[in-house]
């Protein structure tokens, strides 16, 4: 059941402290320095990573990607349905990723065995145990979010991005002190978002808005674009989401009074120079709602400021989704929609 909640996602929201443990359980050993994905652990390391993925998990992937080339690792995301494995080189020494939660969806299926067929070496990161993903690749990594039922993506995203995480590590051989402390004080964090949040009234002021804008850079790029879907697919309202930079180069003509955008301003990700961005939209009288750890002064331009904790770069991000995520499903809540079960989509699908 949903346990007390008006609906799946609210609790599944809920959940993610949770998930986060289970996926981090028994992979990471503080005392002997290791990061061990066991199901990975005999896998050389590639000469490159080319995943495959669609919406949500589209967006772990990105950050994937960027995860694997802070560590040297040559890596690309690719939407699966526009995958060509005879455009892309691939060969016996690339690995390609299919992350999808439900294992189960055709565009990524159909990927994956392209990329077998060119010769690559496939890993499934996946919800679901037994799922077709997990049988037809090489290897698999459980994300361990449990079981979601809600349409919109909320805690198999968090887990696929700290599953992506150990298997950059993994792969790379890296142990890093900073994200392995941070990854284990996360769950902590993500309940005091959860516990503090002030979304509600954040949603109730932006209601009649007619469109949400969502811009971050670095880690918090794909975030910006997994806020903006979230909010389409269970608010029905127009949203989008960009690399903060690209603003300027078209959608700022968009922007008015009535169009509020979703800053995420968090360490390690050029903050100043995201601030410079917000100070654009400001300036055109754009309602400025900050995500922010309080790196650098954006409050000062924002109408409101949704915080969370001070964390490793690669990290807060995730902490500042829980924000986006809320704030979605508040305003869906509030405009009656079906959020369980959002109209024309499926939890998972199977056609191309
Ligand atoms: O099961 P998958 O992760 O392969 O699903 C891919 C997308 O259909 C999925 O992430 C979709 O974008 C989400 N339901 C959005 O919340």
């Known amino acids: 059941g949903k346990s007390g909640y008006d609906h799946y996602m609210l609790k599944e929201i809920h959940e993610q402290p949770t998930a986060v443990r289970q996926c981090l359980s028994e992979r990471v050993s503080g005392l002997e320095r290791t990061i061990d994905v066991d199901s990975i652990a005999d896998l050389e390391p590639p000469a490159r990573v080319q995943f495959v993925a669609c919406g949500t998990s589209y967006h772990a992937a990105l950050y994937g990607t960027r995860l694997l080339r802070e560590r040297g690792v040559t890596a690309q995301a690719f939407l699966a349905s526009e995958y060509d494995a005879d455009s892309v080189p691939v060969d016996e020494e690339t690995l390609v990723v299919g992350v999808t939660q439900s294992g189960e969806t055709a565009d990524t299926m159909t990927a994956l065995r392209d990329a077998t067929s060119a010769g690559a070496t496939t890993l499934a990161v996946t919800n679901v145990v037994g799922s077709s993903a997990a049988r037809m690749c090489d290897h698999v990594v459980y ?210």
């Open 143 to 352: 994300v361990r979010a449990g079981p979601e039922i809600g349409v919109a993506a909320t805690k198999t995203f968090v887990s696929q991005q700290i599953a992506l995480a150990l298997v950059a590590c993994e792969l790379t051989g890296t142990y890093d002190d900073d994200l392995v402390e941070a990854l284990r004080a996360l769950p902590d964090q993500l309940q005091a978002v959860l516990d503090e949040s002030a979304t509600r009234d954040v949603a109730e002021e932006y209601l009649e808005s007619d469109a949400y804008f969502f811009i971050g850079r670095g880690y918090n790029a794909p975030v910006a674009l997994e806020g903006a879907l979230k909010m389409k697919e269970i608010t029905y309202k127009h949203a989008e989401g960009f690399a903060a930079g690209e603003l300027k180069h078209g959608p700022l003509a968009l922007v008015t009074d009535r169009t509020p955008v979703f800053a995420i301003v968090t360490g390690g990700a050029n903050p100043r120079k995201t601030v410079g961005n917000v100070k654009e939209v400001e300036t055109r009288g754009a309602p400025v709602v900050a995500v922010t750890d309080g790196c650098v002064d954006v409050e000062r331009y924002a109408d409101h400021v949704l915080p969370v904790p001070e964390s490793h770069p690669a990290l807060t991000p995730i902490l500042a989704n829980v924000q986006l995520q809320l704030v979605s499903y508040w305003v869906a809540n509030r405009l009656g929609r079906s959020i369980d079960k959002p109209r024309n989509l499926a939890k998972s699908v199977t056609v191309e």
